[in-house]
């Protein structure tokens, strides 16, 4: 008898019968195998794990197209502590949100509990998309847009930082890349 | 080789396919290759233009 270090010491190995622990090692591991393969499916629907998105290809220039037009269409105020557009569109609406060196733009106010279509795209180098205190993390890339289906739950001040390091030529802007979204009864 | 018990018997074609070594490794590039780097491409080359 050999061990798994060794060659089987059967020439004929191939036809010995399977010891009965070893068949059932075999079809319970692969019997899990199946399971949480088709189970990938379930984290879509079940527990608290990032949503499933649809991928675009786009451009910076189609994209940034987009965000002008919704920020000139819903632009509903100045922010008071950055000066930047406040962008509020109807719910249920496509709402467009740029990643660019260094900065997430427009900020957006949701409506909790309605739905909104979020078009996510960087105008520039690859960004991260995280989403503060909740922790949802995407990355963001340019030359695609990704489009979550999200139902802000929480009211609130929410901040997005980007969470992959996207430097800078002439300085290092990558820790003031920030964003905000307010989320409204 | 103590337990054969015919030196004529013909192993059986998945104990020769399994004892190759070069398929195996062959098959350990090809898998993955095939399952991971080209479906990945073929995804990605295949991904719709934005409305």
Same mark, same amino acid.
């Given at each position: ?9 059967? &020439?004929?190995?191939?036809?010995? *019968? ?7 090692? =075999?079809? %319970? ?8 393969? =088709? ?42 502590? +950055? ?6 569109? &109807? *719910? ?17 106010? %949701? ?11 960087? %105008? ?10 909740? @922790? =949802?993390?995407? #990355?963001? !890339? $340019?030359? !695609? ?5 999200? +139902?802000?739950?929480? +009211?609130?001040?929410?901040? =997005?930082?980007?969470?992959? !390091?996207?430097?800078?030529? @002439? ?15 | ?9 013909? $192993?059986?074609?998945? #104990?020769?396919?399994?004892?190759? #070594?070069?398929?195996?490794?062959? %098959? ?19 991904? $719709?233009?934005?409305?």
């Amino acid at each position: 008898m050999g061990t798994s270090y060794t060659p089987p010491t059967n &020439p004929d190995w191939w036809r010995e *019968p399977i010891e009965r622990t070893e068949i059932w090692w =075999i079809v %319970l591991s692969f019997a899990w195998c199946v399971f949480m393969f =088709i189970w990938m499916t379930g984290w879509h629907f079940v527990g608290p794990q990032n949503m499933s998105n649809e991928t675009y290809k786009t451009t910076p220039e189609a994209f940034s197209k987009k965000v002008a037009e919704m920020q000139a269409q819903y632009t509903v105020r100045q922010d008071e502590a +950055t000066g930047e557009d406040v962008v509020a569109p &109807p *719910p249920g609406s496509d709402v467009y949100l740029a990643a660019m060196s260094w900065q997430y733009r427009p900020i957006l106010e %949701l409506q909790k509990g309605q739905k909104y279509r979020l078009h996510m795209s960087s %105008l520039d180098v690859g960004h991260g998309f995280s989403l503060q205190p909740e @922790n =949802i993390n995407f #990355q963001v !890339y $340019p030359g !695609y847009e990704m489009v979550l289906n999200v +139902t802000p739950n929480k +009211t609130g001040t929410f901040a =997005i930082a980007c969470g992959e !390091y996207c430097g800078g030529v @002439n300085a290092m802007g990558h820790h003031t890349m920030l964003g905000r979204i307010y989320v409204k009864e | 080789m103590s337990e054969s018990t015919s030196g004529n018997v013909k $192993p059986h074609f998945m #104990q020769t396919a399994l004892d190759n #070594q070069w398929l195996m490794l062959a %098959l350990a590039v090809l898998v993955p290759t095939v399952f991971y780097t080209l479906w990945g491409l073929w995804d990605v080359m295949n991904i $719709p233009t934005a409305p």
